[in-house]
């Protein structure tokens, strides 16, 4: 028995078993439809993450008036993620400069570390880079945020250099605040186009 549980512990293991799951995913990445907010809203909700369905049909909205793009990630059919690019951001520095956001970028817990949020991520740069030679992110600065924090940093993402936000001001020295989800350090990218 241990040894099993050696084998299945082992990186080596992994590696090959993530091999194993990505060959047979067909992934796919399209925008959001009229027929997504209930999916997407129940998908999270089997994770115990409380994702209105009123959400979506805002975003969906928002996609149809030119204010956003939604896109939808699928595994052989199955919603498992999505990410946002905003026009007009809600980040002072960026609406200034008219740097689009990569906002509220979300996988299912499940279907982490498979390629599936690279794929999105790749998906939206090149929307972006349509119309801007620098996307903008913003991400949490607690733990829940750590993958997402080496992922940006992977892809080429710097700090803004601003420091970090709290969707109403910069946080200045001596400040106490409490670390949420509204506290975002805020990052670009140059992209190619």
């Not at 993958?147 to 969707?167: E, F, M």
Request: proline share 3%; hydrophobic share 35%; charged share 25%.
């Amino acid at each position: 028995m241990s040894q099993i549980l050696r084998y299945e512990k082992s990186p080596l293991n992994k590696k090959i078993m993530i091999k194993k799951v990505r060959s047979n995913m067909n992934i796919s990445i399209r925008q959001v439809t009229e027929n997504d907010p209930r999916i997407i809203s129940d998908a999270f909700k089997e994770q115990c993450w409380d994702k209105p369905i009123s959400l979506y049909e805002r975003y969906i909205i928002e996609q149809n008036n030119g204010e956003r793009v939604t896109l939808i990630a699928e595994v052989n059919g199955q919603f498992v993620g999505y990410v946002n690019v905003i026009w007009k951001s809600y980040y002072p520095a960026f609406r200034e400069k008219n740097i689009p956001e990569v906002n509220d970028f979300n996988v299912l817990l499940k279907y982490r570390r498979l390629g599936i949020g690279s794929k999105l991520m790749d998906r939206a740069e090149e929307i972006i880079s349509e119309r801007s030679s620098v996307a903008g992110i913003g991400v949490g600065v607690f733990s829940d945020y750590g993958n997402a924090q080496v992922l940006y940093v992977k892809r080429g993402y710097v700090p803004d250099g601003k420091g970090i936000h709290n969707g109403q001001h910069y946080v200045e020295y001596g400040e106490t605040v409490v670390i949420d989800h509204d506290i975002v350090l805020y990052l670009t990218k140059k992209l190619q186009n």
